[in-house]
């Protein structure tokens, strides 16, 4: 069954300082997704913090939340026919080591903290995702 979901996706700043935006969103377009709203921003810490606050008992958590928020990053609506897992087939990994060929992360990401993209992993997710950053 497939059916049209949005999903939130976001071009981290390791991909924004090598102006990877545009082969990023190639992609995302050439898999039939269509970039709903797009817009450039730099975050705060604390902003990051509250946005990744599912991970907050991790030991990365810390450094996740400095690094998001260390320079600007492109977040996306994306819509398009199972666009949540669409979307997660298309990034790969977490670890780009682990990446299928032609993900974004195998061909992008540097490493499993600097890998190049986030993308919402449940359609519950995506709703609250879309709603932190564009809300309506
Ligand atoms: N992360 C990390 N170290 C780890 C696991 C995750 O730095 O051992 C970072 C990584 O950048 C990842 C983010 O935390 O994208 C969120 O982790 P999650 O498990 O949700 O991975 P994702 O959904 O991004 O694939
Ligand atoms: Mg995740």
């Known amino acids: 069954m497939s059916k049209v979901e949005q999903t939130l996706s976001i071009i981290k700043p390791d991909a924004v300082e090598r102006n990877l935006i545009e082969e990023i ?13 797009d817009k450039k921003i730099q975050i705060t810490k604390e902003e990051a913090a509250e946005f990744y606050k599912i991970h907050q008992s991790k030991p990365f958590y810390d450094a996740l939340c400095s690094y998001l928020s260390s320079g600007p990053i492109v977040v996306m609506v994306l819509e398009g026919e199972n666009a949540v897992s669409k ?4 990034m790969g990994a977490t ?6 060929e032609n993900t974004i992360r195998k061909l992008y990401g540097i490493s499993i903290d600097k890998n190049s993209v986030h993308g919402s ?3 519950e997710n995506a709703k609250q995702e879309i709603n932190f950053f564009f809300k309506s």
């Open 25 to 37: 969103k190639s992609i995302f377009l050439k898999n039939n997704l269509i970039i709903k709203e």
């Open 87 to 90: 979307n997660r087939k298309l």
């Open 95 to 100: 670890d780009p080591k682990n990446a299928d």
């Open 121 to 123: 992993d449940s359609i």
